[in-house]
């Protein structure tokens, strides 16, 4: 089952407190249609500009992206430059130039159209919006989205809130979109729009899940020695989430389990980790999915706790 995703090609600039790299590739496109070509087929909208390295779309193609909605348009490809604080987890934006960006909308080919996972990445809301009338009705559709975008375009993000069944948002993102001080209290808020699951991004303490059936699910985050950059992290966690769902059969009704979607979000936090090791996609270039198996495997044990302890004093 392909994916389709809408969202940023970048080159970007990362800085850390170790290391700085100039030129890199980025775009939260780039990082879900690289870590999700892993699991399946990635139908990729998006643009870039003549200054694009070919080799990235060489690449690419090679794993299995079908890149005929990916716009070639004279100028310059969107360039992103950050600076991560000491903790690794916040990052302040230095530099945004939009390049071919600036005019960009999304044309999605009708060769992607039966796509029946959508994946929003990051991009303004009008732009998601576009797509959601593009594509007739995809089986599950899930949103990502960025602080910029709740402080400058908030009407026309709940629109599209309103119109997806999965959020993945930052605890952070979370309390700016509701001004809610509590995580239940901020969900069941985003809940009474319409959303089927909320997944809370803890960064790297691992994510929760929340459905509006009343599902919780906390799910542990890989232990990382080393975080050389967590660009894109979030995107890679969207790959992995949606990445196994399109590995698996829907229930009778058309709909994922829950036990799936608790898998998903494992297989999110996992494909997370791994996209820290690196900058740009350098370390999901070289992953396999053996590897994934295998951090499945310890995140299972790390995260499994007795369900038989009884207290005395309770009959
Ligand atoms: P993540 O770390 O998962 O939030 O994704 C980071 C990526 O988002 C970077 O590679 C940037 O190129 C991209 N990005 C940063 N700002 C924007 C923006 N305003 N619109 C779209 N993409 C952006």
């Given amino acids: 089952m392909p994916i389709l995703v809408v969202g940023s090609v970048a080159l970007d600039t990362v800085e850390t407190p170790f290391q700085k790299a100039d030129g890199v590739l980025g775009g939260a496109a780039s990082y ?3 870590a999700a070509s892993l699991y399946t087929r990635v139908n990729l909208v998006g643009v870039v500009g003549s200054d694009f390295p070919h080799e990235y779309l060489d690449f690419w193609r090679a794993r299995g992206i079908d890149l005929s909605g990916l716009q070639v348009r004279e100028g310059k490809t969107f360039h992103w430059s950050g600076r991560y604080h000491m903790d690794m987890n916040s990052r302040t934006t230095l530099d945004t ?8 909308h999304p044309e999605v080919p009708d060769t ?4 029946e996972l959508l994946f929003l990445a990051n991009i303004q809301p009008d732009l998601q919006l576009e797509v959601l009338q593009q594509v007739p009705t995809p089986r599950l559709t899930v949103l990502d989205t960025m602080e910029l975008w709740i402080m400058t375009t908030r009407p026309q993000l709940t629109e ?3 119109r997806v069944d999965v ?25 009474a729009l319409g959303l089927k699951y909320i997944v809370v991004k803890l960064g790297s303490y691992g ?4 459905g509006a059936d009343g599902t ?4 542990p985050s890989y232990p990382l020695e080393e975080v050389i950059d967590p660009t894109g992290a979030g995107d890679s966690f969207a790959a992995g989430f949606l990445g196994y769902l399109a590995t698996v059969q829907p229930t009778s009704n058309g709909l994922y389990s829950v036990d799936d979607i608790k898998r998903a979000v494992v297989h999110g936090n996992i494909l997370g980790s791994f996209a820290c090791g690196d900058f740009g996609i350098g370390a999901l270039r070289a992953l396999t999915i053996e590897q994934v198996a295998a951090r499945y495997r310890e995140l299972v ?10 207290s005395p004093q309770v009959s």
């Fill in 216 to 219: 919780y699910f906390s799910a």
């Fill in 301 to 310: 044990i790390y995260s499994h706790f007795d369900p038989h302890w009884r």
């Fill in 112 to 115: 992607y159209k039966q796509s």
């Fill in 160 to 162: 599209v809130i309103k």
């Fill in 207 to 210: 994510a929760l899940l929340f």
């Fill in 167 to 191: 959020l993945l948002m930052s605890e952070e993102e979370v309390r700016q979109y509701t001004d809610e001080a509590s995580l239940p209290v901020a969900v069941r808020k985003l809940f």
């Fill in 97 to 104: 130039q939009l390049g071919v960006f600036g005019d960009f």
């Fill in 32 to 34: 879900f249609a690289t």
